[in-house]
């Protein structure tokens, strides 16, 4: 009789010392013997754990972080399965699993394939990316019924492959909706990582989990598509000096092709045209420091109508006002006094 007596369960707890274990399964076998879990038993529910009671192939009851002695108040299908007395204790059978409800942080995630999208600048191009997601079950009944089965472990691997091919499906479809061209995208990584995980948050609840964290760390463009994006960066930066720029290009090009021996330009070189070439570099730079040196020209304003004139003008070309050139400051049209000698304005010299 003893021997039937230490086939009841008086403890069920999971000591989790596991890094990546999502759901365990509770042993119900002592050897080649079903245990029995009886009334009175003692449950132990640890932070980030849920445990289930499984009957009949059903879930019948979840608990929570907590410390439980069973019994019918808590084990309401108890009254629907009937329970069984030996020696003055109720016994019944029944699974017991219990769920890791922490966040599994750091799983990494990349696109094995590119991602071809269309682009309104670059046309249609293929794009990679690479990042790290986080997850955890919120719903343990629904996990359990979807993914889990009736393994005895399930763990964070058994899960990851299938959660990658859910991210990367659902990037590239954020991607063909939104319509983000390449340069918004490579720009503003953030907003597009939001929207992302919003919109696969239902896909992951409908597993019973949670996307807790997406991170888009990178996402890169083929080698001609990243120069051009670096070239629309420097002519940005450049602004209004896109004279300057394109008279340098020239000049390089010019440079390249005297050093290079082999070139029609290094040929030419040889044969006396050099100087015809360095002539026509020596305009260019001419034209560069021109460009860069040539002083801007001083304008003032008519005291009447504001309107900028010539510095020279001695009448308004807008509204025929004569302009005291003595009494207003050439360089911001502020009426100076005649014996000024700095403009109290802008503190232009006068005199």
Same mark, same amino acid.
């Given at each position: 009789?003893?021997?039937?007596?230490? @086939?009841?369960?008086?403890?069920?707890?999971?000591?989790?010392?596991?890094?990546?274990?999502?759901?365990?399964?509770?042993?119900?076998?002592?050897?080649?013997?079903?245990?029995?879990?009886?009334?009175?038993?003692?449950?132990?529910?640890?932070?980030?754990?849920?445990?289930?009671?499984?009957?009949?192939?059903?879930?019948? &009851?979840?608990?929570?972080?907590?410390?439980?002695?069973?019994?019918?108040?808590?084990?309401?299908?108890?009254?629907?399965?009937?329970?069984?007395?030996? &020696?003055?204790?109720?016994?019944?059978?029944? %699974?017991?699993?219990?769920?890791?409800?922490?966040?599994?942080?750091? @799983?990494?995630?990349?696109?094995?394939?590119?991602?071809?999208?269309?682009?309104? &600048?670059?046309?249609?191009?293929?794009?990679?990316?690479?990042?790290?997601?986080?997850?955890?079950?919120?719903?343990?009944?629904?996990?359990?019924?979807?993914?889990?089965?009736?393994?005895?472990?399930?763990?964070?691997?058994?899960?990851?492959?299938?959660?990658?091919?859910?991210?990367?499906?659902?990037?590239?479809?954020?991607?063909?909706?939104?319509?983000?061209?390449?340069?918004?995208?490579?720009?503003?990584?953030? %907003?597009?990582?939001?929207?992302? @995980?919003?919109?696969? @948050?239902?896909?992951?609840?409908?597993?019973?989990?949670?996307?807790?964290?997406?991170?888009?760390?990178?996402?890169?463009?083929?080698?001609?598509?990243?120069?051009?994006?670096?070239?629309?960066?420097?002519?940005?930066?450049?602004?209004?000096?896109?004279?300057?720029?394109?008279?340098?290009?020239?000049? &390089?090009?010019?440079?390249?092709?005297?050093?290079?021996?082999?070139?029609?330009?290094?040929?030419?070189?040889? $044969?006396?045209?050099?100087?015809?070439?360095?002539?026509? $570099?020596?305009?260019?730079?001419?034209?560069?420091?021109?460009?860069?040196?040539?002083?801007?020209?001083?304008?003032?304003?008519?005291?009447?109508?504001?309107?900028?004139?010539?510095?020279?003008?001695?009448?308004?070309?807008?509204?025929?006002?004569?302009?005291?050139?003595?009494?207003?400051?050439?360089?911001?049209?502020?009426?100076?006094?005649?014996?000024?000698?700095?403009?109290? %304005?802008?503190?232009?010299?006068?005199?």
């Amino acid at each position: 009789m003893g021997f039937f007596k230490s @086939q009841l369960l008086k403890i069920i707890e999971w000591k989790d010392d596991s890094q990546d274990v999502i759901v365990y399964r509770f042993p119900m076998h002592d050897g080649k013997k079903e245990r029995e879990i009886m009334t009175g038993s003692s449950l132990t529910v640890r932070e980030s754990q849920a445990a289930i009671f499984v009957s009949q192939g059903q879930i019948a &009851d979840v608990f929570g972080p907590g410390r439980y002695k069973l019994s019918t108040r808590n084990l309401p299908f108890l009254t629907k399965i009937g329970h069984v007395f030996y &020696d003055g204790d109720s016994k019944f059978k029944c %699974e017991v699993y219990f769920v890791n409800t922490k966040q599994f942080t750091n @799983q990494k995630w990349g696109t094995a394939n590119p991602i071809t999208m269309r682009d309104a &600048d670059f046309g249609v191009i293929r794009i990679r990316g690479y990042g790290v997601f986080s997850f955890r079950v919120i719903n343990p009944a629904l996990f359990l019924k979807t993914l889990f089965g009736t393994n005895s472990l399930f763990t964070v691997e058994d899960i990851n492959e299938y959660l990658k091919s859910m991210l990367i499906s659902c990037i590239t479809d954020t991607i063909a909706e939104s319509k983000v061209s390449a340069l918004d995208l490579a720009g503003n990584l953030q %907003e597009f990582n939001d929207m992302c @995980q919003n919109n696969i @948050q239902h896909k992951f609840e409908e597993l019973g989990l949670s996307l807790t964290n997406l991170t888009i760390e990178n996402i890169s463009f083929p080698e001609n598509i990243e120069k051009a994006l670096d070239e629309r960066a420097t002519l940005g930066i450049l602004g209004d000096k896109m004279g300057v720029y394109a008279q340098k290009k020239a000049a &390089d090009a010019l440079g390249d092709a005297a050093k290079n021996n082999n070139s029609a330009a290094g040929t030419f070189i040889g $044969m006396g045209l050099g100087q015809t070439m360095g002539s026509a $570099m020596g305009g260019v730079f001419s034209n560069i420091q021109n460009a860069e040196d040539k002083p801007k020209e001083k304008k003032k304003f008519c005291p009447e109508c504001g309107h900028a004139v010539s510095s020279t003008a001695k009448f308004c070309p807008e509204c025929g006002s004569k302009i005291a050139s003595e009494n207003v400051c050439p360089e911001c049209g502020n009426k100076v006094k005649p014996t000024a000698k700095f403009c109290p %304005e802008c503190g232009h010299k006068l005199k």
